[in-house]
């Protein structure tokens, strides 16, 4: 499994951005997929999750109402879309997942396989 996350930058606050996790050797049926991030001095939080199957969605009560976790048609590229952008979502931000035929995690450490990732910096 590998994945590989992109499309941060610097974006104003109230700004939007528009991030993708590229999955290879997986398919998202199979295996839910989570997006992460990870500010200066702080722990790794979870954001948003995209279920396998249904693709059911969750997102941290931090990111509800702004960001929105999606899959494409070919079901290899998961998407967050974050509107509404605030300084306090400055991080690094990571797609993740526990592999094939298992469900959404919250928690970091169960989540075996990484992306690399990409830094997201809310400033004016």
């Known amino acids: 499994v590998q994945l590989q996350a992109s499309g941060g930058g610097l974006v104003q606050p109230g700004g939007s951005l528009r991030l993708s996790c590229a999955a290879s050797?997986?398919?998202?049926?199979?295996?839910?997929i989570g997006w992460f991030r990870q500010a200066p001095g702080k722990e790794r939080e979870w954001v948003s999750c995209i279920n396998r199957g249904d693709g059911s969605t969750n997102y941290a009560d931090s990111v509800k109402g702004r960001f929105t976790i999606s899959r494409d048609n070919a079901k290899t590229t998961v998407y967050l879309q974050m509107n509404s952008l605030k300084p306090e979502d400055t991080a690094v931000y990571y797609c993740?997942?526990?592999?094939?035929?298992?469900?959404?995690?919250?928690?970091?450490?169960?989540?075996?396989?990484w992306g690399k990732g990409t830094l997201v910096t809310v400033s004016s």
């Open positions: 050797g997986f398919t998202l049926d199979y295996g839910a």
């Open positions: 993740a997942t526990r592999g094939s035929a298992y469900g959404c995690s919250r928690y970091y450490y169960e989540l075996p396989y």
